[in-house]
Antibody, heavy 124, light 108 residues
């Protein structure tokens, strides 16, 4: 059973870069045809898909291909580290509007499972 | 971009049936997935591909999708069903993932 856990700083200063990692257990991130995804949720608001990275060559990653939310694309990078069974999110030039709970999740045709989420606050 | 519209709130008495809608242009041609999010918890998939239930989800949860509206139906509502519910679709290569705005289900 695949499990995901987010990790990273809970506090980021405005204009700096938010960096989060999702550690995958229960399966190898190198196999399969999943889309390894990031989603966020500001307090009291709905879910916002950030982007995902996916395999482009059969079931073996040679390089990940990515899709991003058009509204965030200019500030977001998602990468994958198969040696650590992790994938990561970087978001630059953050503002208070980026304060949210950030989730990683596995996307086949739907999101399942999800990580528990991690709160990131942007504040000086 | 593609928009999914959900009512902000739905209220229902225990034992009754709750219906939560998700509207979108020709949504009937897409596969719709539904998530339940209890306060302070991560979302959980409750219906996938319009009407399939993942393992462990009670039969009280069902879904349908036709025309411009998809519907999540919760029969014999219990207090533990009180949560936010979100619909989600795959849209297009340029705008792959879309979530509805969410519906807060209140059990009276």
């Amino acid at each position: 059973q695949v499990q995901l856990r987010e990790s990273g700083p809970g506090l980021v200063k405005p204009s700096q870069t938010l960096s989060l990692t999702c550690t995958v257990s229960g399966d190898s991130i190198s196999r399969g045809s999943h889309y390894w995804s990031w989603i966020r949720q500001p307090a009291g608001k709905g879910l916002e898909w950030i982007g995902h990275i996916y395999n482009t060559v059969g079931h073996i990653y040679t390089s990940g291909s990515t899709n991003y939310n058009p509204a965030l694309k200019s500030r977001v990078t998602i990468s994958i580290d198969t040696s650590k069974n992790q994938f990561s999110l970087k978001m630059n030039s953050v503002t208070a509007a980026d304060t949210a709970v950030y989730y990683c999740a596995v996307l086949g045709n739907w999101f399942d499972p999800w990580g528990q989420g991690t709160l990131v606050t942007v504040s000086s | 971009s593609y928009v999914l519209s959900q009512p902000p709130s739905v209220s229902v008495a225990p034992g009754q049936t709750a219906r939560i809608t998700c509207g979108g242009n020709n949504i009937g041609s897409k596969s719709v997935h539904w998530y339940q999010q209890r306060p302070g918890q991560a979302p959980v998939l409750v219906v996938n591909d319009d009407s399939d239930r993942p393992s462990g989800i009670p039969e009280r949860f069902s879904g349908s999708n036709s025309g411009s509206t998809a519907t999540l139906t919760i029969s014999r509502v219990e207090a533990g069903d009180e949560a936010d519910y979100y619909c989600q679709v795959w849209n297009s290569i340029s705008d792959p993932v879309v979530f509805g705005g969410g519906t807060k289900l209140t059990v009276l």
